[in-house]
Structure formats: C-alpha cells, structure tokens
C-alpha cells in the first residue's frame, strides 16, 4: 500500500518561498497520480496541484496556478512542491495522497482523493 511521508514545512513571510517534500513507499503501478492536498484551521481539505507519475502532466487548483509548481524524481519516490509567492492564504497543513484528475470540458479539471492513510503533514504557515 502506497504511503507518504511529507516534509519542509515551515514559517515564512508572505512573499516567501518554501519546497515541500513527499517521501513515496510503496508505490505501485496503479497509483497514476500523486498529489498535494492541504487543510487549514476550520476548512475542509482541498486540492493543491497533482502530477502524473508516468507522463508529464501537472495539475493546479486555481487559487496556487502561476504560483506553485509540482514535480517528482525520476526514481518515483519523492514529489515536490515549490511554493512561490505564498500569502496568508496559504497557511495550512499540507498532505501527499493519491489523486484522482477528472476533466469537465475542454481543459477544465477536478482534483480529489479516495486515499484515506493520511500521513502527518507538514505545516505552513505564512505571517509577517
């Protein structure tokens, strides 16, 4: 059974940058998508961005496209989060789970997640 084990977390001013890590084991040929999923106090958790982990397609959810940029080694054990621009939006506890990528119309996508072992996260909070 895949799990992850995310790391990088940090404080930061808002502007700031931080690269977050996902540490991989048991990665199967099955699991076609990992992803960045995030938590803040009080909000349910949502999709960051996701990546493909046989072609090169990467996926964003609106509120960090432009900003962050996801990527993986060739190894498929470790998928990064490069997090540029952050604001106090972005303040949350950030999680690596399998994703599930469904397109509605032209380019227009969903990100979602059956995964259920979550792992601890990691911790961003951004504040000046």
């Known amino acids: 059974q895949v799990q992850f084990v995310e790391s990088g977390g940090g404080l930061v001013q808002p502007g700031g940058s931080l690269r977050l890590s996902c540490a991989v084991s048991g990665f199967t040929p099955g699991v076609h998508h990992i992803g960045w999923f995030r938590q803040a106090p009080g909000k349910e958790r949502e999709a960051v961005s996701c990546?493909?982990?046989?072609?090169?397609?990467?996926y964003f959810s609106d509120s960090v496209k432009d900003r962050f940029t996801i990527s993986r080694d060739s190894a498929k054990s470790t998928v990064f989060l490069q997090m540029n621009s952050l604001n106090v939006e972005d303040t949350a506890q950030y999680f690596c789970?399998?994703?599930?990528?469904?397109?509605?119309?032209?380019?227009?996508?969903?990100?979602?997640?059956?995964?259920?072992?979550w792992g601890r996260g990691t911790h961003v909070a951004v504040s000046s």
């Open positions: 990546i493909s982990m046989s072609e090169d397609y990467t």
């Open positions: 789970a399998t994703c599930e990528v469904t397109f509605h119309g032209g380019n227009h996508y969903r990100l979602s997640t059956s995964f259920t072992s």
